[in-house]
């Protein structure tokens, strides 16, 4: 019997590019969203991080070297060395019907939902409320949504500017490895943090806890 999807996606963190763990939620989010040809990666390698670009599956993996690795530029999949390689952060997309188009290559949204993020017992310090142990993430989950489970972010930013030019805003949980960018007009111009409560995430980036995105 198949090993079942991995649903908590901080699971995936540690893990090398050619582990069973990885190669089997690949294969899950492949087969719900119906591409056969989507387990196949873009491979974007630099001296001090590979990239595996999933864009049919609204999904990008960071891998770091490890020991005095140095990955030359360019490589292909097959000539990375996967045992020197570990999972280091995580992007999953989400498409946000009132954003503008980007001229970038695209990422579908992420065809698994809900999402399920594991929370620390420990709420963050201006916030001592008690939290959940998960927090389920669906496809509409908006700003207020994150904070009213997760509570106060650890930091934040962007949605200055006219809303023609600024990025969306964003918050990072530090201590849940947690960063999400939102999307949409609410998510941008002067007044995006009183709109914000109403914003739909773009992107939630995961990482090791304690770090920083």
Not at 66 to 72: E, F, L, R
């Amino acid at each position: 019997m198949a090993k079942p999807p991995i649903y908590d996606i901080k699971q995936l963190l540690g893990l090398h590019p050619s582990s069973h763990e990885l190669a089997s939620h690949i294969s899950s989010l492949t087969a719900r969203a119906a591409k056969a040809d989507a387990t196949v990666p873009e491979v974007k390698s630099y001296a001090d991080a590979v990239y595996f670009n999933y864009f049919a599956l609204g999904l990008s993996l960071l891998f770091k070297p490890v020991g005095d690795y140095k990955p030359k530029i360019g490589l292909k999949r097959e000539d990375l060395r996967d045992s020197d390689l570990v999972l280091d952060g995580i992007d999953i997309y989400n498409v946000v019907k009132s954003s503008k188009p980007s001229t970038a290559k695209p990422f579908v949204a992420y065809p698994m939902s809900p999402l399920v993020l594991t929370l620390s017992s420990q709420p963050p310090e201006q916030d001592a409320k008690p939290r959940p142990s998960q927090f389920e993430v669906k496809h509409e989950t908006t700003g207020k949504e994150f904070v009213a489970s997760m509570g106060e972010p650890d930091r934040k930013g962007g949605g200055a500017g006219p809303s023609s030019g600024s990025i969306g805003i964003w918050c990072e949980w530090s201590r849940d490895g947690v960063m999400v960018e939102f999307g949409g007009e609410e998510s941008r111009g002067p007044q995006a943090w009183e709109r914000g409560k109403d914003a739909v995430w773009k992107v939630i980036s995961v990482f090791p806890p304690g770090g920083s995105a």
